[in-house]
């Protein structure tokens, strides 16, 4: 079993809606979790991160760990064309600062249609 | 602002072949390291370095070897290409900072050997 399982998708949304990725981990000392986007032939960017459990929202995205599911989960309003990208969730624990042996999800590749 | 250029951005070996997969950042990052990225597989770490002369393995590291001369540069060398090891090559940088710091990719060589 891999520690960070991520749907793959593909995820195909209309313009407008609201979308939401998501993944789960199996390592409860992960407390730093990560959301990073990339598009086609580019590498990936950071998008969000949050510090153990709660919400994060900045702008039209929003994040949200649950650490007592293991669960965590990427809300995008208002999805536009320009979020069609693949969404990767990452994580590692405390003391490695959120990039010392970051494990990957294997991203969820999304399409907002016009 | 350059960020981590990688060069190639194209490569084709043949089994056995060696090469340098060159890797460069201008952000004064302390921490570099390498990643390959494979469908089904996501993001998995080769070797990493937390400073000039300092490198250590990742998940992955076997056929793969990584030097620290510089704080700006991390060439990752393959040194009998195998097929096993056609993939997406992405190297990425951070601060050492308290706190999370981010990974900065570059965007990425893509390794083809027959």
């Known amino acids: 079993q891999k520690e960070v399982e991520q749907d793959p998708g593909p995820l195909s949304v209309p313009e407008g809606a609201i979308v939401s990725l998501n993944c789960t981990y199996s390592?409860?000392?992960?407390?730093?979790f990560m959301w990073y986007r990339q598009y086609s032939r580019k590498g990936p960017e950071l998008l969000m991160y949050?510090?153990?459990?709660g919400n994060k929202e900045d702008g039209r995205f929003t994040a949200q760990v649950d650490k007592s599911s293991k669960y965590i989960s990427l809300f995008i309003r208002d999805s536009q064309p320009s979020d069609s990208a693949t969404y990767l969730c990452?994580?590692?624990?405390?003391?490695?600062?959120?990039?010392?042996?970051?494990?990957f999800g294997i991203g969820t590749k999304l399409q907002v249609i016009p | 602002n350059a960020g981590v250029t990688q060069t190639p951005k194209f490569q084709v070996l043949k089994t056995g072949q060696s090469m340098t997969l060159q890797c460069a950042q201008d952000?004064?990052?302390?921490?570099m390291s390498w990643y390959r990225q494979d469908p089904g597989m996501g993001l998995r770490l080769i070797h990493y370095?937390?400073?000039?002369?300092?490198?250590d393995q990742g998940e992955v590291p076997n056929g793969y070897n990584v030097s620290r001369s510089t704080t700006e540069d991390f060439p990752l060398r393959l040194l009998s290409a195998a097929p096993s090891q056609t993939s997406v090559y992405f190297c990425?940088?951070?601060?050492?900072?308290?706190?999370?710091?981010?990974?900065?990719f570059g965007n990425g060589t893509r390794l083809t050997v027959t």
């Open positions: 990425a940088s951070s601060s050492v900072e308290q706190g999370i710091s981010p990974l900065h």
């Open positions: 390592n409860s000392a992960f407390q730093y």
């Open positions: 949050t510090y153990s459990s």
């Open positions: 990452a994580m590692n624990q405390a003391g490695f600062g959120g990039y010392q042996k970051v494990t």
């Open positions: 952000m004064n990052h302390e921490y």
């Open positions: 370095s937390v400073g000039a002369g300092i490198t």
